[in-house]
Structures are given as C-alpha cells and as structure tokens.
C-alpha cells in the first residue's frame, strides 16, 4: 500500500472483474450441497477451541519478527524470524535454541523466506531468489534447487516433485494464484488456477498530479495439500472444489451461510462495497479438513471441522484475533500458531477434540 502520506492521496478505483474466472474454473466442476442441505451453526451459539499456551515468542528476546513458521515432526517451532533475518528452531521449553543456515546470497543462505516446508529428514526453505535450500536437521547444508520462476508457497512435495503457488500478474490474469508441479530439470506444470479478489488503484497528490498506483489484495483463495489431491476455494460462498493430483476437478460441495465480511482496520471499510470471501483457509487434518471462514464474533474468526465427504463434525470460534494482515492463525500436527505483529507469536496445543 505504501506509505500513509502516500495512501491519504489516494482515490481508489474498483474493477469489477471479480466473477469471470471464477465462472470458468466452477463450470467445469459437479457443485453438490453437503449432506443433510446443510448450514453452518449461528455463530453466537459456538464453543470457544480449548487452547493450551506452549511457547510465547514475546518471552524470547532472540526472537525478533517470527512471521513464517511450522512445527517440526520432532515438536519444536521452525520459523524465519523477518525481523532478524534468520531461521529458528525451538523446542517448546524455549531452551536450546539453534539456527539453521544465514541470511545471504551464496550456496545454503537465503533472502526473505516466503515458505518453510518441513519433512522427517530435512528442511526446505523458499525465498524470494526464487529458490528452494534444503537442510538437514543438524543444520548442514545440503543443496539449492533454483525454481523456473519466483512462487510464494510450497503447498507439498511428493517424491522429487514440488507442488508450489505463483501469482500471476497481468491484465489477462488479473493476479490469479496458480498451483504448479515443478521437478528439477524440467518445466514446472500448471495444474490449477484460483482468483484473488484484488483491487487496482489510481493516485494524485494534492495538486491534482496523477501518481503511479498500484494493487491491493483484499481476498486470497484458500489452497491445501490433500492425501490425493487439492482442496481450495474462493469466492463469497462457502464452498470447497476438489481436484485430483493433475490439477482435474472431482468434485465440490458447498454449505449455506451467512454473508461473509471483511474485519479490521484496514479491511473493515470494504463491507458493503466488495464482498468478502466465505473460506480464508483450509487446513488438512487426519480424515477431515478444518474451514476458518470470514465470520466473526467480537473480532475472532469461526471454524469449522467437516470429514473428507463435506459433512460438518464440529464448529468453534477460535479465542484469538486473526486480523489480516497484522495476525494470522495456522493450524497443523493438533497445534495452532498465532503470528501476530501487536502480540507477538505464540505457539498453542489444541486441547477440543476436533
């Protein structure tokens, strides 16, 4: 957005080209309704999640900016820390903590890390050189793999095939989230595209001069790894479409449900202007998939837990605010992790059972 002298000049133009790839990704997809028609529970009837605080990053003077970040299959909380420029690893008693790695341009650093991706024998870290570095758990470097192009996730890796997210930014495309399955020496597949909901933006200064604009995103489509194949959806209606591990559509079901909303400072303006997304992000459990939607009471999101079918087995709110973009919250291994620039980053063990 740039900074506020800059963005008080502004005045904002809406494009209003949000539905037409939307159209053609759902044409070729089954929708069906989940089973039962079903709706999603009011939401000033929902449980608080039961959360258990197990690391507090505000309580670690070493950690500067922690911002990006997974639990390791050994149980500690891998992390870039933005602010330092470096990657963490730290046991959840917050002792023994190490580095992997340095902050740099040359075989085994790396520049601002947009992704971790962390597996039994290794870390695989992507940053904004547009390459992966990969790790050992004791912190030797192992090897760079230089990417066809710059993507921003990695949503999985099968064998010695990734399965990475790019933005793609055009006219044409209109900043579409693109999944793609790349192999080292050879060129990267495109499997699937997604639509982020993005405004574009005209700017003057105070004398009338027009200044360069620029795009602002205000909803990103949500996209998950799944055992045998992806999960995604964007959109203001609650629904989620399956594709097969070749990027083909399967299937969708989809859930009744109120009007999704933007919340925060800097999204809340939008309501009533734009319509937000149903769906900011889909995470994979064991046999079922957690929904956190854009719904909120007193500030804090709801979600909610359906199996593999579309039938819904739990809904909470989560006791935490996830205002975008200043905090975000990631669910994975029966964890949730909070990151958040006025509270810092904290580490919970998810104690209801799902």
């Excluded at 000049?9 to 809406?14: A, H, R």
């Excluded at 159209?23 to 997809?29: E, L």
């Excluded at 085994?108 to 947009?114: D, F, I, K």
């Excluded at 769906?279 to 929904?291: E, K, N």
Aim: hydrophobic residues 40%; aromatic residues 12%.
């Amino acid at each position: 957005m740039g900074d506020r002298k800059v963005r008080s000049f502004w005045n904002i133009s809406f494009i209003g080209r949000g539905v037409v790839l939307a159209a053609f990704v759902t044409a070729a997809m089954p929708l069906f309704t989940a089973p039962d028609d079903q709706s999603l529970p009011d939401l000033k009837s929902l449980p608080e999640l039961k959360l258990e605080l197990v690391l507090d990053l505000s309580d670690h003077p070493d950690a500067g900016l922690p911002w990006v970040g997974r639990i390791s299959p050994r149980g500690e909380f891998v992390f870039y820390d933005a602010r330092l420029h470096r990657i963490m690893i730290m046991p959840f008693d917050g002792r023994n903590a190490r580095t992997v790695g340095s902050f740099g341009e040359g075989p085994g650093e790396y520049q601002n890390v947009l992704d971790i991706r962390l597996e039994e024998n290794g870390l695989f870290i992507l940053d904004s050189r547009g390459r992966i570095v990969e790790f050992g758990w004791e912190g030797s470097w192992r090897r760079d793999r230089r990417l066809p192009r710059s993507y921003e996730k990695i949503l999985g890796r099968s064998g010695d095939s990734f399965y990475l997210v790019g933005r793609d930014i055009s006219a044409e495309s209109f900043s579409d989230r693109s999944v793609e399955k790349w192999r080292e020496g050879e060129e990267a597949v495109p499997l699937l595209k997604m639509r982020a909901d993005v405004l574009q933006t005209k700017a003057s200064s105070l004398d009338g001069k027009a200044m360069a604009g620029g795009t602002f995103t205000l909803s990103e489509p949500a996209l998950a790894l799944m055992d045998d194949g992806f999960a995604a959806s964007d959109g203001p209606d609650y629904r989620i479409r399956l594709f097969d591990s070749r990027g083909k559509a399967r299937s969708a079901w989809g859930v009744k449900s109120p009007k999704p909303e933007f919340f925060g400072r800097m999204f809340g303006m939008y309501n009533g202007k734009r319509s937000a997304y149903a769906i900011r992000d889909i995470f994979p459990l064991s046999g079922a998939v957690a929904v956190v939607g854009n719904f909120f009471r007193d500030g804090k999101p709801r979600m909610d837990v359906f199996d593999r079918a579309g039938k819904r087995t739990s809904s909470w709110v989560i006791p935490l605010s996830c205002e975008a973009p200043f905090s975000r919250c990631q669910i994975e291994a029966g964890f949730l992790i909070h990151f958040s620039s006025d509270e810092g980053t904290r580490v919970f063990r998810i104690m209801s059972r799902l």
